[in-house]
């Protein structure tokens, strides 16, 4: 069973700010469902390699190349936030 | 006849033949989505300036004798695809203004193809469900009974095919997400293997395991949209060259097909489980042989798929920090308050559920208890159908316990809808091939649902697994009544 306090840390590595009934419904979930995935604890896997991908490529390489990306676009792509003398603005961070 | 009733294949010989044009046939769906979408909700964004420019333009190329299998047909696109100029929302309130920069690689294959893009269709917010209730824009209604969910996440490309909405629709499956809305709204849905279809463009949810694919009316168009979208796509490193479909035919004689027997358990409707007998029956006859194959970790596959995508998704929505794009909350003193108010507010409540399940699972001092001990797991899964695979060429199963559900009967319990995904995860986890086709149809409180099942294939063995499926297409058959 997660704690209220473990709760409020995941949502704090997360950048969620959830409201205190909200703490509550996911940490009964979150506790519900991490109870049901225990289940893989009955498997043996301490010789079994993991998978990560199952795509098959080993080292898909291509040339580290610099290319111009269609000028358009890529102002249209950063044109969608608050921008400032053709930067994009942040708050303050400290 | 109704135009938007056609399927590709009945539509590409009355368009090359030119008694009908595209700016018609395009009509005729906008016109249907205009009678039918304010009961169904299948569709979020409609494009139908650019839809009559793409149809005339088309019709400019079918009059000049070109000739493509693609030419002047209308389809819809799931809303988590991004199709340059047009708003993508991924059904969250979190991109509800937000612009595509740029075309998929699907949408531009299709484009450079001649289909015309009719507009984007509804989906669990982020693609993260099997009902389509977790969309910021409401539900979708299955066609066959409005009370009930088109499956999910990809439920509004479901509902738009099987009621009609358009021609084809694209949709994408991380773990089943196009072949279970395809199984409650009676069309054909087919995931391809993992790298056949290029991830460019689609916001991506489980990076491991997601791929774009067709829902259609028939295994021949699944087929002629693979054929158009598939292959190696510079922009995505995971993708490869993969086989084309040839010469499509229902010649099943010494294929060889396993059924899985962990598939075919309790929770299993009696009828889809008859239903799928009868499929077997007919592949029999026309020469395919059948066996019992065990997958032993078939149980297992539910709590991997739980600790992997969430892990995925979190790591992937981050970059929803409310700076460059999309939802920004508003009173935040600083920078941290900013990122947790913008995503605590744009997120919705499955999305918010998954990326603290992933960051949980990520966070220090449990990464290997638990996304370590899942990656294993699924390699004990991804052997499993391996060795199915060195004694059968395809696998039969179901794709859903049971037909279409009633809206809200599940999604209070996250645990009760993750259940749903029971035969669709293994086929993702292990990065396989998988059509869901309609198997028949069943009678539920007086209304005819339709059911299903699903063939699962390694690898590059396409032409195998759109031969049994041309074949169970051709002997099975489901009564589509104009519902809508």
């Known amino acids: 069973m997660l704690t209220t306090e473990q709760i409020k840390h995941i949502a704090t590595l997360a950048r969620l700010e959830l409201s205190t009934e909200e703490e509550e419904t996911y940490g009964k979930q979150l506790s519900a469902i991490l109870n049901y995935v225990d289940k893989l604890s009955e498997v043996n896997t301490d010789k079994v390699l993991i998978t990560s991908q199952t795509g098959g490529l080993v080292n898909a390489w291509r040339e580290d190349e610099v290319k111009p990306w269609n000028e358009a676009e890529v102002k249209a792509a950063l044109a969608q936030g608050e921008t400032a003398g053709g930067q994009v603005k942040v708050k303050r961070v400290l | 006849m109704e135009l938007n009733r056609l399927n590709i294949q009945e539509a590409r010989v009355k368009l090359d033949s030119g008694e009908i044009t595209a700016r018609e046939l395009t009509e005729a769906c906008l016109e249907q989505i205009a009678a039918t979408n304010e009961r169904l909700n299948a569709v979020l964004t409609l494009c139908t300036e650019t839809a009559r420019e793409e149809a005339d333009e088309a019709d400019k190329r079918l009059k000049a004798g070109e000739r493509l299998p693609l030419l002047g047909i209308p389809y819809l696109c799931k809303d988590n695809i991004m199709a340059k100029n047009i708003r993508v929302t991924a059904a969250s309130k979190i991109l509800e203004d937000y612009i595509a920069p740029y075309d998929a690689t699907v949408i531009k294959k299709l484009k450079a193809a001649g289909a015309i893009l009719l507009g984007k269709t509804n989906l669990d917010e982020f693609a993260h469900g099997a009902s389509t209730e977790n969309s910021a824009y409401g539900p979708t209604k299955n066609p066959w009974d409005l009370s009930r969910v088109p499956g999910g996440s990809s439920g509004g490309s479901g509902a738009a095919v099987a009621a009609d909405l358009c021609i084809f629709a694209l949709g994408s499956d991380t773990g089943g997400s196009i072949r279970y809305p395809a199984a409650f709204c009676g069309v054909v849905g087919y995931k391809s293997a993992y790298g056949a279809v290029s991830r460019s463009g689609l916001l991506s949810m489980t990076s491991s395991t997601d791929v774009i694919g067709p829902l259609t009316k028939t295994v021949a168009d699944a087929a002629t949209v693979y054929n158009v979208i598939a292959g190696f796509d510079e922009l995505d490193a995971t993708t490869y060259p993969g086989e084309r479909l040839v010469e499509l035919s229902g010649d099943v004689k010494g294929l060889r097909i396993g059924l899985p027997k962990e598939y075919f358990v309790e929770g299993l409707e009696p009828e889809i489980k008859k ?99 899942a990656q294993a797991v699924r390699t004990l899964i991804c052997n499993d159908f391996a060795k199915a695979f060195e004694d059968f060429d395809l696998l039969l199963t179901p794709t859903a316990p049971h037909p279409a559900f009633k809206i809200g009967e599940k999604n209070s319990d996250p645990l009760l809808m993750y259940l749903e995904d029971i035969y669709v995860t293994g086929a993702s986890l292990a990065g396989l091939q998988a059509i869901s086709i309609p198997t028949g149809l069943m009678s539920v409180d007086g209304k005819m649902l339709p059911i299903a099942g699903q063939l699962i294939a390694p690898r590059n063995s396409e032409n195998k697994l759109f031969k049994a499926a041309m074949l169970w297409e051709d002997k099975i058959k489901i009564n589509k009544t104009n519902f809508i």
Do not use: C, H
């Open chain 2, 275 to 373: 239903s799928i007998d009868k499929v077997k029956e007919e592949l029999e006859k026309a020469g395919a042989t059948f066996g019992e194959v065990s997958l032993p970790y078939t149980d297992y596959g539910i709590p991997v798929y739980y600790i992997l995508t969430p892990s995925e998704v979190s790591s992937n929505l981050a970059r929803f920090d409310g700076i460059a794009w999309g939802f920004k909350a508003q009173e935040a003193k600083d920078l941290q308050e900013f990122y947790k108010k913008s995503r605590g507010q744009g997120f919705g409540p499955e999305a918010k559920r998954r990326i603290m399940l992933g960051t949980f699972a990520l966070s220090a001092g449990y990464f290997d208890a638990y996304y370590k001990k």
